[in-house]
């Protein structure tokens, strides 16, 4: 196998990567969010926006891309802050850089398959080891605003499930948006398959409805708590710990491996329980039943749209994730050293 040397400009093509990302990330989320807002508002191709402080509304047609309306009122507030947070997490990415560059052997050059020697690491293997320890940061961050937005949404009843945001929910999903774009962008370089890009793409347009529409802030954070599962994940495939024998050996790597497991089994496994609890309220007060609260699009067939839609990426994850439980469930058996005395005594016996 011909393996690649490593590039001297590959260190500043990593710290200056964000720049044009961030540019071509942010006109792609501006644009979907338009199109999905000019669907929903249509009125015989006319689209009205209204600005949240009862000025004069502007009217265009849906064949002019008008974008303005991000700039207006909270819609403004929230491109702006998932700019910052995108910024961010290649804070974190950069910061890994430095510092594993510095102090771990094994962020530049790797083993051989045949493990006889060492060959420089690629482009590609550095980007995987950044952004997994970079999301350890960042999803802590999010875990944390969606489990406190669950706490103070959940007491408020429907309107709290349906029709209010709060600082908690606005930043975990801000950052949910933001920190899924990072990833997308570095699972180009980092030469992942499709499956992840329809995982970030499916999710970033569920966030981007309740985000920028207002509504649902609840179920989206519900939802999102699967992020937390990624904090112990990141321990586990994170490079400076799966690369330094003294912790991949230790009590408290195999611990965390556990966590994870666990982690899995009480915030992913469950999704479906999840959906049907959204179902609940969109079957006793959605749009036209009882009080009226349980929807995004005030527009029936948006209206329905959106449900499926929340149908299908809900199934699409939770069968993901039952793939990975699944992974993971085999990994930390063999950690722990289950399973293998039963079958070396099979194997002794045939």
Request: hydrophobic residues 45%.
């Amino acid at each position: 196998e011909t393996q690649s040397t490593q590039n001297p400009t590959d260190s500043v093509s990593q710290v200056d990567l964000f720049g044009h990302c961030w540019n071509s990330c942010l006109h792609n989320t501006r644009h979907i969010v338009f199109w999905i807002r000019s669907i929903a508002t249509s009125d015989n191709n006319n689209i009205d926006i209204d600005n949240d402080d009862n000025a004069a509304s502007a009217t265009t047609t849906t064949t002019t891309m008008d974008l303005s309306f991000l700039y207006e009122g909270n819609n403004a507030a929230f491109v702006h802050l998932i700019g910052k947070y995108y910024v961010l997490c290649w804070v974190f990415h950069i910061f890994s850089a430095v510092v594993s560059s510095a102090y771990f052997p094994a962020y530049k050059e790797k083993d051989t398959k045949d493990k006889k020697s060492k060959v420089p690491t690629t482009f590609a293997d550095r980007i995987n080891w950044d952004y997994t320890n970079a999301s350890i940061p960042y999803c802590a961050l999010i875990f944390y605003f969606y489990v406190a937005a669950v706490l103070e949404l959940r007491p408020l009843g429907l309107e709290g499930r349906w029709a209010t945001q709060t600082f908690n929910s606005t930043h975990g999903i801000t950052l949910h948006i933001a920190s899924s774009l990072y990833e997308t962008t570095n699972y180009i370089f980092a030469k992942k398959g499709l499956v992840f890009y329809l995982h970030h793409v499916v999710t970033v347009g569920g966030c981007i409805t309740m985000l920028f529409f207002g509504r649902a802030s609840y179920w989206c954070c519900l939802l999102g708590l699967v992020e937390g599962t990624n904090i112990p994940l990141g321990f586990v495939l994170g490079g400076p710990f799966r690369s330094t024998p003294a912790i991949k050996n230790s009590l408290a790597y195999k611990v965390n491996g556990v966590l994870l497991w666990v982690m899995y089994l009480v915030i992913r496994v469950p999704i479906p329980y999840s959906i049907y609890l959204l179902h609940a309220d969109l079957n006793e007060h959605g749009l036209g039943k009882g009080d009226n609260v349980a929807w995004v699009f005030d527009d029936a067939t948006m209206h329905s749209a959106w449900v499926v839609y929340m149908d299908l990426v809900g199934l699409f994850l939770w069968g993901l994730s039952m793939m990975w439980f699944s992974q993971i469930t085999s990994g930390m058996m063999k950690a722990l050293g289950i399973g293998i005395k039963a079958t070396a005594i099979k194997k002794k016996a045939a």
